[in-house]
């Protein structure tokens, strides 16, 4: 599975909308875009998932460039709850079970 | 519905001693995933269960390491003679066939003293 780069730690005012890059320019044709989150002593949260095309739920909205190469999530406006490791994961269809998790990056969502 | 759940929540054991974590899966969830978080890390693999079989035990560390499904639901991982190094929270997660959305349990944390 394609590699992953994120930001150490990002900080954002509650309320704001908070833009989380992940960079994963080896991704290959087969491989989607999966991000997590882990609050402080819970098992992770599927938030979104994509292929090429942006999605968005009721979490949070996930842009993928055209190149495929990175992609942001957006947590509209985020609040103090948010707080947590982001994790951005590449895999693809046929190992799709295997999530290879990096350091992630901490958002903490400030009062 | 309940979500997944693992027992012990928390585990304490004197080195050299064997240990059996314990998952139950959402009802219905054909795939359990095991994974390792050592403290201040990601998560590593360690196996993959399709039913009661396991396609991928890949991620074990070792052949300390071992574990077992019953059909679609309990699954139950033992770590025999029990190493510092093995201190950590081991997570399990399970997901519906074709699914890649992985719903986590709390997790248990194992101290090895």
């Known amino acids: 599975d394609a590699k992953t780069t994120q930001p150490t730690s990002m900080d954002c005012a509650e309320g704001r909308a908070a833009n989380l890059p992940c960079n994963h320019s080896t991704i290959s044709g087969n491989e989607y875009v999966y991000w997590y989150r882990q609050i402080h002593s819970q098992g992770p949260q599927y938030i979104i998932h994509?292929?090429?095309n942006n999605e968005t739920n009721e979490m949070a909205s996930l842009i993928i460039t055209e190149d495929r190469k990175s992609s942001t999530l957006i947590l509209p406006h985020a609040t103090l709850r948010d707080t947590a490791v982001y994790y951005c994961?590449?895999?693809?269809?046929?190992?799709?079970?295997?999530?290879?998790f990096g350091k992630g990056t901490l958002l903490t969502v400030n009062p | 519905g309940a979500g997944v759940s693992q027992s012990p929540s928390n585990k304490v054991t004197e080195k050299g001693k064997d240990v059996e974590l314990r998952c139950d899966p959402i009802s219905g969830h054909t795939a359990l995933y095991w994974y390792r978080q050592r403290l201040g890390q990601g998560l590593e693999f360690l196996i993959y269960?399709?039913?009661?079989?396991?396609?991928?035990k890949s991620g074990l560390p070792s052949d300390r390491f071992s574990a077992e499904r019953t059909g679609e639901s309990v699954s139950t991982l033992t770590i025999q003679r029990t190493q510092q190094e093995d201190s950590a929270v081991y997570l399990c997660?399970?997901?519906?066939?074709?699914?890649?959305?992985?719903?986590f349990g709390p997790g248990t944390r194992l101290t090895v003293l």
């Open positions: 269960f399709q039913g009661n079989s396991a396609p991928d």
């Open positions: 994961i590449v895999s693809s269809g046929g190992s799709n079970y295997k999530l290879t």
């Open positions: 994509g292929l090429k």
């Open positions: 997660a399970s997901s519906q066939p074709r699914n890649n959305e992985q719903f």
